[in-house]
């Protein structure tokens, strides 16, 4: 059965700051990985897909890297600002012939930017 | 493109009434899922659907829940008999299918039992 964990659970920092968001899944085995933003009582906003044969993607001031074979992902937020605060969330999509297109979340971190 | 929106919002409701909330995807997405979540927790899947196929359900979906999709375009996920376990914000997302098959997520419902 596929984990995803995400570490830290909240993470505060000053303005400006450059900050890396963790997250590990059990089972290598993926088809894409995807981050999310969700604010307070929102729904969730898609920051950026990985598929598989992909190392990293970039939209702006985030860069998302996928090791596969060591079952990790990182997110970089660059620059911080307080507009970024939110939670953010890992899913991950397995690959496995028969496996279901769903996503299996992490819980996500919790960041607040301080100005 | 409107993205995917929910209706109602916010849904209150007593201890065993029914409650059916439906979902619009983006009107080219062939594939809409549904999901649950609860407060402090990353959403959890409970079904998808390919046009108006039911292709996966979720063990958290007993038999109180179902879903439909009829025409393969919007989807209603009714519950019945509400307890107030039941209580959450149900999402709705949808996506092509094909190789980067991003899911985009609707604002969801929130469901409150008391």
């Known amino acids: 059965k596929q984990e995803v964990t995400q570490i830290p659970a909240a993470l505060s920092v000053p303005e400006g700051e450059n900050l890396v968001l963790n997250c590990s899944f059990t089972?290598?085995?993926?088809?894409?990985l995807q981050w999310f933003r969700q604010d307070p009582g929102k729904g969730l906003t898609s920051l950026l897909l990985?598929?598989?044969?992909?190392r990293e993607q970039t939209s702006g001031r985030l860069n998302a890297s996928l090791d596969k074979s060591s079952g990790r992902s990182t997110l970089y937020i660059a620059a911080s600002q307080p507009g970024d605060s939110a939670t953010y969330l890992c899913?991950?999509?397995?690959?496995?012939?028969?496996?279901?297109?769903?996503?299996?979340f992490g819980k996500g971190t919790k960041l607040t930017v301080n100005p | 493109d409107t993205g995917v929106s929910q209706n109602p919002r916010h849904k209150i409701t007593k201890r065993g009434q029914n409650v059916t909330f439906r979902c619009d995807p983006i009107?080219?997405?062939?594939?809409l899922y549904w999901y649950r979540q609860t407060l402090g927790q990353g959403p959890e899947f409970l079904t998808y659907?390919?046009?108006?196929?039911?292709?996966?359900k979720s063990r958290l979906l007993s038999d109180r829940f179902s879903a439909e999709r009829p025409k393969g375009s919007f989807s209603t996920l009714e519950i019945q008999r509400t307890e107030q376990g039941d209580s959450a914000m149900y999402l709705c997302?949808?996506?092509?299918?094909?190789?980067?098959?991003?899911?985009?997520f609707g604002p969801g419902t929130r469901l409150t039992v008391t």
């Open positions: 009107s080219e997405h062939n594939r």
């Open positions: 997302a949808s996506s092509l299918s094909g190789l980067a098959r991003e899911q985009y």
């Open positions: 899913a991950v999509e397995a690959s496995w012939e028969g496996g279901s297109e769903k996503l299996v």
């Open positions: 990985i598929q598989s044969s992909q």
């Open positions: 659907f390919q046009n108006e196929a039911q292709l996966e």
């Open positions: 089972d290598s085995a993926i088809y894409n």
